[in-house]
C-alpha cells in the first residue's frame, strides 16, 4: 500500500497526505507548501508517509 500512496503523492502531495494522516495538521502544512511550490509540498508529503 506504501507505493500506491508515494505513488498518488507524486501525482497530487496533498492528496496523499490525506490518505496517510487524514485531516491533521500535516494535511494543512501540506496544501500551504504545495500552493508555495511543489517540491517543498512533494518532500513534505513523502517525509510525513516515510515517517508513519
Do not use: C, E, S
Amino acid at each position: 500500500m506504501d507505493i500506491v500512496r508515494i505513488i498518488i503523492t507524486i501525482l497530487l502531495p496533498p492528496l496523499g497526505v490525506f490518505l496517510q494522516v487524514g485531516l491533521g495538521k500535516h494535511f494543512w502544512i501540506n496544501i500551504i507548501l504545495t500552493l508555495l511550490g511543489y517540491f517543498p509540498g512533494l518532500v513534505h508529503a513523502i517525509w510525513v508517509i516515510a515517517k508513519k
